[in-house]
């Protein structure tokens, strides 16, 4: 009968164990695997296989639909700054030839400091003025015996005159420039054209079974009625796709590549606006030198340091000596390698910003690299100096990702995943660079993207407020790239639709942007002297 009661307390102590667990699961799972230290998984990029829907992730700080009317909202923005513009002639589009520039009130010698105003007055091919504004404009002065520049402000009174105001910087003499770099016609036709497909490049995926490869299309959209593999992000619902191999399956997609498609949206007509010789024409005619004084004799006000947080102002700074200047603070000498003590950084995005990457390691003699086993231009890196605590590391963003070398997808990953799986504390920098990648697609594919960036750097700073994040705006790029897909208006309009969905966030900015306008660089991968001037504004903003 003992014996029995004992078994009887024993079922019966089991049955209160087992319904506390299940109402434990029920209730809060994520506390259950806490207490018993279960591994917590990781969604990554999720395969479905064909056209099933997409699973909406549950409890999102932010609604998918949230979402879609904060993309229209910065769409909504950017199209008021680009009305469509009539094209029915080359003679009728704007002119730089026949377009004026006049400096207003004009002195023997400017003074440093002081506002220098120039008055444009844009005319057509057979000297007529225009009365609607939206050409795309570039503005700067330079030195170049002082290796000296900087970006012009440019405001578009939408009549067919706009004001280019210089802040001049530095005393000599000064050289002034204004480019034409598209017409508004021309504005105009790339802002429609850019929204109407997704096939300026096509991407090629190599999946690799056992002794196999197979070759399929892949893109960002693929309307075909045979069986696609999904890419998923569940979390912010971005995917990409590839036609699925017959016997193959989609989690064997290995390699990528791209190149580019016989595509394009606008005429013969329009095209006709984007020849070289019709792209970033002078404006300012002989008349644009005048000579700059040091008139004031007082000592300049002290800056403060660069911080993070900081409101940039426009221009943003000065090249002087081949060194940045910013305008709005001052930059400290550092160290490189004091600074780097005990940092964790991540360098997250494209190229633009694996250029740190090489920087760091060429200029920091101790830094090692670590071979992660991966191929490919786009592969990931990892330097360490072990006895100083040092770790850099790169990686690229996720799709899309230009490229005609092969590179390996095996490790892909969007941003936003990354950061939510980083802890994050004091000794924990962030940068990220976003942009030449996305210039060829529609720009909410981007808006989406920086958006969903935002959000996981909003979750991280929530439960890390230490980390330090930094955010590179995209460079300038080679004037004979292939316009339609590639120029520097796509790259513009990106860099307004950054500005705006990261202002209200704590972080540090380096106006990639205004800085290759002033050094008067037209190259996606400019030298050594920039990649230096902006690492040295981000050595100041986490030392």
Request: aromatic residues 10%.
């Amino acid at each position: 009968m003992k014996t029995l009661a004992s078994r009887k307390s024993l079922w019966m102590l089991l049955f209160i164990v087992i319904f506390w667990v299940s109402f434990t699961v029920f209730r809060n799972p994520v506390k259950l695997r806490t207490m018993f230290k279960l591994p917590v998984s990781f969604n990554r990029w999720n395969l479905i296989m064909g056209p099933s829907c997409p699973a909406v992730p549950l409890n999102l700080p932010v609604s998918p639909k949230e979402t879609e009317l904060r993309i229209r909202e910065v769409l909504e923005k950017l199209d008021k700054q680009i009305p469509p513009r009539p094209f029915t002639h080359l003679n009728y589009t704007t002119s730089a030839t026949h377009s004026t520039a006049t400096i207003l009130n004009p002195r023997d010698t400017h003074c440093v400091g002081d506002l220098l105003d120039i008055l444009v007055e844009a005319r057509d091919h057979l000297g007529n003025r225009k009365g609607y504004g939206g050409d795309f404009l570039r503005a700067r002065m330079s030195s170049p015996a002082l290796k000296a520049g900087a970006s012009g402000k440019v405001t578009d009174f939408n009549n067919g005159t706009y004001l280019v105001s210089f802040t001049l910087f530095w005393e000599g003499t000064v050289s002034l420039s204004i480019l034409l770099m598209h017409p508004s016609e021309g504005v105009s036709a790339l802002w429609r054209a850019r929204k109407q497909g997704y096939d300026r490049i096509i991407f090629s995926g190599q999946f690799v079974s056992g002794a196999s490869q197979v070759h399929t299309e892949c893109a960002l959209v693929l309307n075909s009625s045979v069986e696609l593999c999904q890419y998923l992000d569940a979390q912010d619902q971005e995917a990409f796709y590839c036609v699925k191999p017959p016997n193959v399956p989609c989690a064997a997609l290995t390699y990528m590549q791209s190149k580019n498609k016989d595509v394009s949206y606008l005429s013969q007509q329009e095209r006709s606006l984007f020849e070289r010789s019709n792209i970033a024409v002078e404006i300012m005619g002989k008349s644009n030198v005048i000579s700059v004084s040091k008139c004031n004799t007082d000592a300049a006000p002290v800056k403060e340091k660069c911080k993070l947080g900081m409101v940039s102002a426009i221009p943003s700074g000065h090249v002087w000596k081949n060194a940045w200047t910013p305008a709005s603070c001052s930059l400290a000498p550092i160290k490189m390698k004091d600074c780097l003590r005990g940092k964790f950084i991540y360098l997250m995005g494209d190229s633009t910003i694996r250029q740190w990457m090489e920087y760091f390691k060429s200029k920091v003699n101790t830094l090692r690299s670590v071979d992660l086993h991966e191929s490919g231009k786009l592969q990931h890196q990892l330097a360490v100096d072990l006895d100083e605590k040092i770790s850099i590391q790169w990686q690229k963003h996720g799709y899309p990702l230009i490229g005609s070398l092969v590179y390996s997808v095996k490790e892909i990953e969007n941003i936003a995943r990354i950061i939510d799986r980083t802890g994050g504390e004091k000794n924990t920098v962030i940068v990220i660079s976003l942009g030449q990648h996305f210039r060829p697609f529609p720009i909410d594919l981007f808006i989406r993207r920086a958006l969903n960036v935002h959000k996981a750097l909003q979750r991280l700073l929530l439960r890390s407020p230490d980390t330090v994040v930094v955010l590179k705006t995209e460079n300038t790029r080679e004037l004979n790239s292939d316009v339609e897909r590639f120029s520097d208006f796509h790259g513009y309009t990106q860099y307004l639709a950054l500005k705006d969905i990261f202002q209200d966030l704590n972080v540090g900015v380096i106006d990639a942007w205004d800085m290759t306008v002033a050094y008067g660089i037209n190259n996606v991968h400019p030298p050594e002297d920039v990649v230096r001037s902006q690492i040295n504004i981000f050595l100041n903003y986490i030392c």
